[in-house]
């Protein structure tokens, strides 16, 4: 891999991570997804909807499918990654959905398509729950061990949610041949149809604090949606310019650097307790998502 393409790379994995803590700072689930959405369209907008208004032309009904699919995906992630850092930390949600989605991966091709991972696949996949082992015992016998379970669980959930949009967006840019800006940008749209009338309904309709009305739920959260709307995608673009540079199966296993970041910064800013063995759980887990590549 070149200097450049690293470079790009290790960018993209911090400001990944950065979003992440933006991520962990709001609040409101659903609510929060639908106004980083509105946010990612608004300040996305002067580039992705003249790219994708030049693509619809060509659309046939698979490709409005896949961004449909996409969508609902991408949804189901967010609310399972906001709801992991609302009950759990940052250094354990995090590295566990990050890690544990090329893991997923791997079962699923051995138990269906009867794939075999090869020896470095097999060392990824134990340095990975080797990872996931060493979090989940980071703050074991600790009034924290409830959140601890929480967040371990949620991570599982989001890095499936992970391998499964995974799958959709690399079959629906390669072989529908939908360009990676627009495939972004619309998902974004429709991810806003789906979440937006969720999100009034559960700050209007619920019994919620007065803090949850629309008005005030905006005032107090636009910050984090802008930073998560603006660096998201930001991240995501780093990461393809890097695949124009070298293989895209150097650059996907790089981008677990994120973990590393994420972590540090749960310990230093979040002040998060059993930081180090979380950190060395979080490198492990990278490690054998660079296994499983090499495989």
Known sequence: MSLTALGLVILAGLIHAIWNLAAKHASGGVAFSALSSCAAVLLWGPLGMPVLLSEIPN?????????????????????????????GDLSVVYPIARGSGPLITVAVSM????ERPGVYGVI????????????????????????????????LLTGATIAAYSVLDGY?????????????YGSNLFRIVLTVPLAWFVL???A???????????RANLKWAALVGLLSPLAY??????????????????REVSMLFATLFAGTLLKEEGIVLRLVGAGAI??????????
Not at 69 to 84: D, N, P
Not at 237 to 254: I, N, R
């Open 204 to 206: 209007t309709k619920r």
């Open 208 to 218: 919620r604090p007065i803090a949850e009305t629309p008005r005030l739920y905006i």
């Open 59 to 87: 659309f046939r009904i698979q490709q409005w499918a896949a961004l449909v699919g996409s969508s609902v995906l991408h949804v189901l992630y967010f609310a399972a990654l906001l709801r992991g850092y609302e009950v």
């Open 286 to 295: 990278g490690a054998g998502v660079i296994f499983i590549a090499l495989s």
């Open 172 to 184: 629906s840019v390669k072989r529908l041949s939908i360009s990676p800006i627009a495939y972004d």
């Open 124 to 155: 990824g996949v134990l340095m990975i729950i080797l990872g996931v082992v060493l979090i989940a015992r980071s703050s074991a016998h600790t009034p924290s061990e409830k959140r601890l379970s929480a967040g371990v669980k949620f991570g």
């Open 111 to 114: 138990l269906w398509l009867n």
């Open 237 to 254: 673009m780093l990461v393809l310019q890097a695949a124009t540079l070298t293989d895209l199966s150097k650059v996907a296993p790089a």
